[in-house]
């Protein structure tokens, strides 16, 4: 069933992915009282997308034609071994946090090569603040994860989760507080949420994620956008188990703990995307380098939930 728990879980984020993004826009429509465009809006422009003609800017290599597949090829690995439906899956021996990271960076890597690939000066630029970001981004993530490994002896996701739900009160530790709120702040930036970025913007200046995808269209514009999706569901699946596991299936499911994981993380997910988008509304797009405050920030917090982590264990052991 562990293969069952795998299907069900990447079906879920391909099919799922565009139903978040159409949820948080439409939620921020709603608080800033428009009508919006309603929760499927993702799925039609991505339908729109796939029937357009693929162009390909002159000038521009490989690395461009191949930079949204490697973007959706990382996110879907992390898909399948992160344990969003159930703690074990076919791929667990290398669902570890070193892993998951090392394939966000990837992923953000091969966009901004394309970005770069283009020649163009909004390219350019937003390449070089996403590649900012992420340097600053990577390392957070990193370190909140070890604080939440630190109590299980493990650096495996699925072994984290089982942990966390076996000792319900590591939760309301300081170190998860800690952590819990350093990996909100680099989930918003990795993903391209406001006050970081804006994920609705079309002023040139102040773009980064949409400065790299400027020079795509159509079936190449639509698996970016889709990947982009996937990123931030995944992202948001992962905190909800790490710090809230319980709905999530064992090892070993049946059929009935499956659908009901499935269930318990749809459900998760979406209020944690609500929560995001009723915040956006009040937030406004900081200054770009005010960005990498924020971010050292998220960093020092993420250093003291790994420090709170291995004084209070050490303490108990």
Request: proline residues 5%; hydrophobic residues 60%.
């Amino acid at each position: 069933m562990a293969y069952l728990a795998g299907f069900v879980q990447v079906a879920g984020v391909i099919l799922g992915a565009p139903l978040v993004i159409g949820l948080m826009r439409q939620v921020r429509a709603r608080a800033e009282g428009r009508v919006g465009a309603g929760v499927l809006q993702p799925w039609r422009d991505t339908r729109k997308l796939l029937g357009k003609q693929v162009l390909k800017p002159l000038g521009t290599t490989w690395v461009f034609a191949a930079a949204p597949a490697a973007l959706a090829a990382t996110t879907l690995v992390i898909v399948a071994t992160a344990p969003l439906v159930a703690t074990g899956s076919p791929l667990d021996p290398v669902a570890d946090l070193v892993t998951v990271v090392g394939l966000l960076f990837l992923g953000t890597v091969a966009l901004t090569l394309a970005g770069i690939d283009t020649a163009t000066a909004f390219g350019g630029m937003g390449a070089s603040r996403e590649i900012t970001i992420a340097a600053l981004v990577e390392p957070t993530i990193l370190l909140a994860v070890f604080a939440c490994s630190v109590p299980a002896g493990s650096a495996n996701l699925g072994a984290i989760v089982a942990d966390t739900i076996e000792h319900p009160g590591q939760v309301i530790s300081l170190a998860s507080a800690l952590a819990f709120v350093a990996l909100v702040i680099v989930i918003v930036a990795e993903t391209g949420r406001l006050p970081v970025d804006n994920p609705s913007t079309h002023l040139e200046l102040t773009m980064v994620h949409e400065a790299m995808v400027l020079e795509y269209a159509g079936p190449k514009l639509a698996l970016v956008e889709w990947a982009a999706g996937m990123r931030l569901t995944v992202l948001l699946a992962l905190l909800a188990n790490l710090f809230v596991p319980w709905g999530i299936a064992g090892t070993d499911p049946g059929l009935l703990e499956v659908f009901l994981g499935a269930g318990a993380i749809a459900i998760k997910v979406a209020v944690l995307a609500v929560a995001l988008a009723g915040a956006e509304v009040f937030l406004a797009k900081l200054r770009l380098f005010r960005v990498p405050e924020l971010l050292a920030g998220s960093f020092l917090l993420a250093l003291l939930a790994v420090t709170a982590a291995n004084f209070f264990s050490g303490g108990a052991g």
